[in-house]
């Protein structure tokens, strides 16, 4: 996914990977159904009484306007959920975000200080949330958003940071 296995360090294993939940993807979806149909009907309902070259011209431009739109509100978000990814090894927790542009972060499991997780009712419904990490680190805290199987991914991170600071990686 994000981190490739040639990139682990010696002794280090993968124990999660994931992208965020695919709840970020709701919106885009019904944008793409929106923008579709409002296509769909602009090209149906486009006047044939305007002649010929205006009506083709009518067309064009309101199927450009769709892929653009389209582009926008769907492809992009769509995109950036895919690029976006988590890796939690027994050394580290990876953070990867970008599409053209990567951005990664790496917190070292013996740097973590507190994890916590939050849920609306909503995402307790859907099996996410948000994860809360505080580390030793420069940037403290970290707040991601939409984590999917949130109780799952505490548990497991929980586990690795107590691991670290009893010198236990891999459990050894």
Excluded at 77 to 105: A, E
């Amino acid at each position: 996914m994000t981190l490739p296995d040639h990139h682990l360090t010696q002794g280090e294993r993968r124990v999660r990977s994931f992208h965020p939940h695919w709840k970020r993807l709701v919106g885009p979806f019904f944008a793409l159904i929106l923008i579709a149909a409002a296509a769909g009907a602009a090209l149906y309902f486009l006047p044939a009484t305007w002649g010929e070259s205006v009506s083709f011209y009518g067309r064009i431009v309101v199927v450009v306007l769709a892929l653009i739109l389209l582009t926008i509100f769907t492809l992009v978000p769509y995109l950036q959920w895919k690029n976006t990814g988590y890796v939690l090894t027994t050394h580290r927790f990876t953070i990867s975000m970008g599409v053209l542009n990567k951005s990664t972060d790496e917190i070292p499991m013996a740097k973590v200080n507190t994890v916590s997780s939050d849920q609306t009712f909503l995402e307790r419904l859907l099996g996410c949330g948000t994860l809360t990490v505080e580390s030793a680190g420069e940037r403290g805290q970290i707040v991601l958003r939409d984590i999917p199987r949130i109780q799952d991914v505490r548990m497991d991170l929980f586990k690795l940071v107590e691991d670290a600071s009893d010198g236990e990686i891999d459990g050894h």
